[in-house]
């Protein structure tokens, strides 16, 4: 009996689901006069700067799509909060600049 953990996908996937058609590479097949078998889909994701392309299986395809869905929504909410957090430092930073000069000014340095 398998285990149900065993197969699952995670809930946040990086890469995208994309269906191709393929070639079986045999001669005499119809995919060698240009009718293509598919379509299947694939996971692409980038690990070390290459492109990876992994096979999904019918059932999985779903799952991975709303996986690498939630992922980009992630990022993009993180990189949201990265944009509020730089923002609220250069805003401290310039404070900090003015609180300088003020006292500078009134020392009269």
């Known amino acids: 009996m398998k285990n149900k953990t065993e197969n699952s996908l995670p809930k946040m996937m990086l890469g995208s689901v994309h269906a191709q058609y393929v070639r079986c590479g045999r001669a005499s ?3 060698a006069r240009g009718e293509l078998h598919g379509t299947y889909h694939y996971l692409f994701t980038r690990v070390n700067g290459k492109v990876t392309k992994r096979y999904l299986k019918a059932d999985e395809v779903e799952q991975v799509r709303v996986a690498c869905l939630a ?3 992630e990022e993009k909410a993180r ?3 990265s944009r509020e957090t730089w923002q609220i430092l250069r805003e401290i930073n310039a404070r900090l600049r003015d ?3 003020q006292i500078k000014t009134s020392v009269g340095g």
């Open 99 to 101: 609180a300088v000069k």
């Open 71 to 73: 992922w980009r929504e």
């Open 29 to 31: 097949c119809k995919c």
């Open 79 to 81: 990189r949201a909060k």
